[in-house]
């Protein structure tokens, strides 16, 4: 579920973080290291941190494929994570992201669940949205979780996170697969106790307090499918903020609640992927 303005506003409400132009130069020539909000919040910055990603081609036993990408860590083996986009698809900010991801240590899958290029607008992310077929998108995230275990260098430990729609997305590839983590960002968690009976995954969730439409009555219903069905291996953490807290590209970027939620997430998934 998105807001009209979708996940992560094109238009701001207030300065995003900004390099100098120094350290563009720098960061550009691969001579400096910047903060991820600040690469994030940077179209040119961003795309210079995604751009070595490699894609790879996820087949379905169905034969649905999906064209996803890839980022290494230095270090091998190595748990692993997938990524989800938000509504808009995969595009560079979700790169950035898988990028920084691999320097903390994962191997990270950033998926195309859409295999369309990304949308620069409300309208367009809502068109590929309401056309993709969500049982395709199970497919395709389950055989995700089946290359990443069977990855040579993979650790065969497996979690997904996603943001906005991916944070729905993140929960149901807990709900479809055996996975062993899953973090969602304000993302829909619309269940009953029915639908999160099979879940076996730890999961943790992070919500703003302001979001009208992933929205406490929401989330209280969800925790209250997850106690019906015995489920007890969660968390969920309000921040004073609205949807989309943590995209560096929109109005209602919260710098401190997005860190806050970073470090959580890291500590989240060393905790159950190491």
């Given at each position: 579920?998105?807001?009209?303005?979708?996940?992560?506003?094109?238009?701001?409400?207030?300065?995003?973080?900004?390099?100098?132009?120094?350290?563009?130069?720098?960061?550009?020539?691969?001579?400096a290291a910047l903060p991820l909000a600040v690469v994030l919040a940077d179209?040119?910055?961003?795309?210079?941190?995604?751009?070595?990603?490699?894609?790879?081609?996820?087949?379905?036993p169905e034969g649905d494929e999906m064209v996803a990408e890839i980022a290494?860590?230095?270090?091998?083996?190595?748990?692993?994570?997938?990524?989800?986009?938000?509504?808009?698809?995969?595009?560079?900010?979700?790169?950035?992201?898988?990028?920084?991801?691999?320097?903390?240590?994962?191997?990270?899958?950033?998926?195309?669940?859409?295999?369309?290029?990304?949308?620069?607008?409300?309208?367009?992310?809502?068109?590929?949205?309401?056309?993709?077929?969500?049982?395709?998108?199970?497919?395709?995230?389950?055989?995700?979780?089946?290359?990443?275990?069977?990855?040579?260098?993979?650790?065969?430990?497996?979690?997904?996170?996603?943001?906005?729609?991916?944070?729905?997305?993140?929960?149901?590839?807990?709900?479809?697969?055996?996975?062993?983590?899953?973090?969602?960002?304000?993302?829909?968690?619309?269940?009953?106790?029915?639908?999160?009976?099979?879940?076996?995954?730890?999961?943790?969730?992070?919500?703003?307090?302001?979001?009208?439409?992933?929205?406490?009555?929401?989330?209280?219903?969800?925790?209250?499918?997850?106690?019906?069905?015995?489920?007890?291996?969660?968390?969920?953490?309000?921040?004073?903020?609205?949807?989309?807290?943590?995209?560096?590209?929109?109005?209602?970027?919260?710098s401190e609640d997005a860190m806050l939620a970073w470090n959580r997430t890291?500590?989240?998934?060393?905790?159950?992927?190491?």
């Amino acid at each position: 579920m998105c807001t009209l303005d979708g996940c992560g506003s094109h238009e701001h409400l207030g300065p995003p973080p900004k390099a100098t132009d120094e350290q563009r130069r720098l960061f550009l020539k691969g001579a400096a290291a910047l903060p991820l909000a600040v690469v994030l919040a940077d179209p040119m910055l961003a795309h210079a941190a995604g751009h070595g990603l490699d894609k790879v081609t996820i087949t379905t036993p169905e034969g649905d494929e999906m064209v996803a990408e890839i980022a290494m860590p230095h270090t091998l083996p190595a748990p692993t994570v997938i990524l989800i986009h938000e509504w808009w698809g995969l595009n560079d900010h979700i790169r950035a992201v898988a990028a920084e991801y691999a320097k903390q240590g994962y191997i990270a899958l950033a998926v195309d669940l859409y295999g369309e290029p990304p949308a620069t607008t409300p309208d367009g992310a809502r068109a590929l949205m309401s056309s993709m077929d969500p049982v395709v998108a199970t497919r395709k995230l389950q055989s995700s979780v089946e290359f990443l275990r069977g990855h040579k260098d993979s650790t065969g430990k497996v979690g997904s996170v996603g943001w906005c729609f991916g944070g729905g997305w993140s929960l149901n590839t807990a709900l479809a697969t055996d996975i062993d983590a899953a973090v969602i960002y304000y993302g829909n968690v619309n269940k009953t106790p029915e639908q999160v009976a099979t879940l076996s995954a730890p999961i943790m969730g992070h919500f703003g307090t302001l979001d009208k439409n992933i929205n406490k009555e929401m989330v209280d219903g969800f925790e209250r499918s997850l106690r019906i069905a015995g489920k007890t291996d969660y968390e969920f953490f309000w921040y004073d903020a609205d949807h989309a807290f943590a995209n560096p590209t929109g109005g209602r970027y919260d710098s401190e609640d997005a860190m806050l939620a970073w470090n959580r997430t890291m500590a989240f998934f060393d905790e159950h992927l190491s």
